[in-house]
């Protein structure tokens, strides 16, 4: 899992200024194992600096993609979630609520493996999302 520190180390290194801002949204990332829509993320950091704007949220969301620090989940064409970044897994979303569960699969690297001599491909990532019904909804 990316630290805080390797976080700001990498910033450092690409000569990324550490405004208030952005050490605030790695700090918001970082702690809670979510996933955030970039609305999301705004409601929270605007509370705690009421300045700040949704595209400092995109720029810097975008930005923390670009350096791998964040992933982004697609769930189609009109909603993405972001997550700070862990060591990879999969997720099952909740069909009912929304609510997305990492999933951790020893073998997740096989996958591509498998997938790379079947199709003759040289596979640089994959994404899998499971589809269910939580247990808190199913009740």
């Known amino acids: 899992m990316l ?15 550490l405004t208030p801002q952005r050490l605030e949204l790695i700090n918001i990332l970082s702690q809670e194992n979510k996933h955030w829509t970039v609305e999301e993320l705004y409601h929270i950091l605007n509370e705690r600096m009421p300045s700040v704007s949704i595209t400092t949220i995109y720029n810097n969301i975008n930005l923390f993609c670009e350096l791998e ?46 997938a790379e001599s079947i199709s003759k491909f040289q596979i640089s990532s994959h994404n899998l999302q499971f589809y269910g019904v939580c247990s808190q909804c199913s009740e």
């Open 69 to 114: 620090m964040v992933k982004e989940i697609q769930f189609g064409e009109s909603l993405s979630k972001y997550e700070w970044k862990k060591r990879d897994h999969y997720h099952i979303v909740c069909k009912a609520c929304g609510d997305i569960v990492d999933v951790w699969y020893p073998t997740l690297k096989e996958v591509e493996t498998v």
């Open 3 to 17: 630290s805080v520190d390797m976080a700001m180390k990498a910033l450092k290194e690409k000569k990324i200024r």
